[in-house]
């Protein structure tokens, strides 16, 4: 049996990006993950194939589970043998209970470690604009737990200490009490006019900030309807907001986007959304495999060096295309001296990684754009070769063929539905999406088949980007209204439509 190991690990406040590298590699190496409701669930994705996810937030029969339960189930996975990440919430040691659970795993003899993350504290109050320490402002700041009753008897918080203090102070879990707290501290003399902010779900899409001072916040908070999670900063830091608050300024703040296409492709354009503040959620409705019969296709690959022209249409048409050559001990030179075409620069720049310079990429980057391009180019007898996904569109075979070109296709790669997870999609559309983007036809006629019919009303709160006409055209078939429409058939076009009609 392997040797039980755990890592209690903090995710940082909540944007993904700010889990440490140290963090992230536990993530990695988990074969068990047990995560909070507080850590960003979209860190599951870098789990390694086959490692067990629980929420510990929520328990199946969706009863939070106590924290011994948690130590109870935090001990047994580890004794059957495996290396388990405990993910948490910000910092696992800040009212995280990290430190209970670090005891528990001392007394039982088990090895572990714990990794540091961003605190809310800090994390969510920079998000909000505001820095907890400034100079000339605030030499200190102060975390503290709010989840305590300060009219209670014996409170262990000492508020006539902190009403004295100049630094920043920073509840945590004090929503519920914040009339207590502030109170409080009036009480004990903080000036009435100190401003306060509250940072809703801080450093995510829906990131809500609230300012105003020690008398009034209360007031304000109910007025706008802030809940938990909340962190309460006091101090004069609030004021530097104004000019500090440089999050909630992103253009796609607040903004929550579903990706859909493949896990391999899906990062330039789950990167460019998040670079503008966006909140992104992948879901792969595609997923690309090599085709079935292979031998039918390794002759074909064999022949390319006869093409006069070779035409990929994708990116995942050229990768797939490589891989096999690979797989059958040939290299670039096997391709001999056809004219090489791409229907777009993604595809383009995909060969060129492959050390192919491309002859010609038309000016409308779809199938009807290589028609185009190559009327008048094309000569009778020409050779094509076509190597692309199984289920192609035929209208650029037959165009080629009214030119009199001999073409060949090579149906090199299919495009599958990912392993059925209905229920992860009904999750996520639940929990509110505002943009749903469609990359290709084949990623929206497959979150409609994943989805069901009968689950169709959760799309309508959603609006819906689509790469071209061609996938647009593909989301009207399927029932569905189109919000925005990339012109330039690129990912750059795609977000640009966004941020002009948004
Ligand atoms: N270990 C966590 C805190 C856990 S206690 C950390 O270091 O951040 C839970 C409290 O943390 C919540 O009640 C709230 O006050 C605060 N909190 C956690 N994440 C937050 C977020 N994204 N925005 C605002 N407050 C948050």
């Not at 909070?36 to 996810?53: F, H, I, M, S, T």
């Not at 696992?92 to 605190?119: K, W």
């Not at 959304?273 to 992948?282: F, P, T």
Request: glycine share 10%; proline share 4%; charged share 25%.
């Amino acid at each position: 049996m392997k040797k039980p190991y755990v890592y209690l690990v903090g995710a940082g406040p909540g944007d993904e990006d700010l889990i440490t590298v140290k963090g992230l590699a536990s993530i990695k190496k988990a074969d068990v993950i047990l995560y909070d409701r507080l850590a960003n669930p979209n860190l599951l994705k870098y789990k390694k194939e086959g490692a067990v996810c629980i929420d510990v937030g929520k328990a199946p029969d969706h009863h939070q589970y106590t924290q011994e339960e948690i130590n109870n189930l935090l001990l047994q996975k580890a004794k059957e043998g495996n290396v388990v990440t405990r993910l948490k919430g910000g910092d696992p040691y800040v009212f995280g209970r990290g430190g209970e659970e670090a005891q528990t795993l001392y007394e039982e003899g088990i090895s572990f470690e714990v990794v540091p993350g961003i605190t809310s504290a800090i994390g969510a109050a920079n998000y909000g604009g505001i820095p907890v320490t400034h100079r000339n402002i605030s030499t200190s700041f102060h975390v503290i737990t709010g989840h305590e009753d300060p009219t209670k008897q014996k409170t262990s918080v000492n508020y006539g200490a902190l009403a004295k203090l100049e630094g920043t102070l920073v509840f945590l879990m004090g929503v519920g009490n914040l009339t207590e707290i502030t109170g409080e501290l009036m009480k004990y003399g903080k000036a009435k006019e100190t401003p306060v902010a509250l940072v809703h779900r801080g450093t995510t899409s829906r990131q809500r900030t609230v300012t105003a001072t020690l008398e009034n916040i209360g007031e304000e908070v109910q007025k706008q309807q802030i809940k938990s999670p909340s962190i309460i900063i006091i101090g004069e830091v609030v004021n530097l907001r104004d000019k500090l608050n440089w999050f909630e300024k992103l253009p796609l703040n607040g903004k929550k986007i579903l990706v859909t296409r493949t896990r391999q492709q899906a990062s330039e354009l789950t990167n460019r959304l998040k670079s503008m503040g966006a909140d992104v959620v992948e879901f792969p409705t595609i997923e690309i495999k090599p085709a079935e019969n292979l031998q039918v296709i390794d002759e074909k690959i064999k022949e390319t060096h006869k093409a006069n022209y070779i035409i990929f249409t994708s990116v995942n048409g050229v990768e797939s295309f490589f891989k096999r050559l690979q797989a059958i001990k040939l290299d670039i030179r096997a391709i001999g001296n056809g004219k090489i075409i791409a229907i777009g620069t993604a595809t383009a720049e995909a060969l060129m990684e492959k050390g192919l310079l491309v002859d010609l990429v038309p000016e409308v980057f779809t199938a009807e754009g290589i028609l185009t391009s190559l009327e008048g180019v094309i000569q009778k007898g020409d050779v094509v070769f076509l190597p692309r996904a199984e289920i192609a569109r035929k209208n650029l075979v037959t165009g080629l063929q009214q030119m009199g070109a001999i073409v060949e296709e090579i149906p090199i790669y299919q495009t599958v539905i990912p392993t059925h997870r209905q229920e992860e999609l009904l999750e996520i559309l639940e929990d509110g999406i505002d943009i749903i983007t469609f990359t290709s036809s084949s990623t929206a006629n497959h979150l409609m088949e994943i989805l069901g019919d009968e689950n169709k009303g959760l799309l309508q709160n959603s609006k819906i980007a689509v790469i071209g006409p061609i996938t647009g055209k593909t989301v009207m078939e399927l029932g569905l209204s189109i919000d925005f429409q990339g012109r330039e058939y690129t990912i750059e076009g795609l977000i640009n439509s966004i941020l002009e009609e948004l």
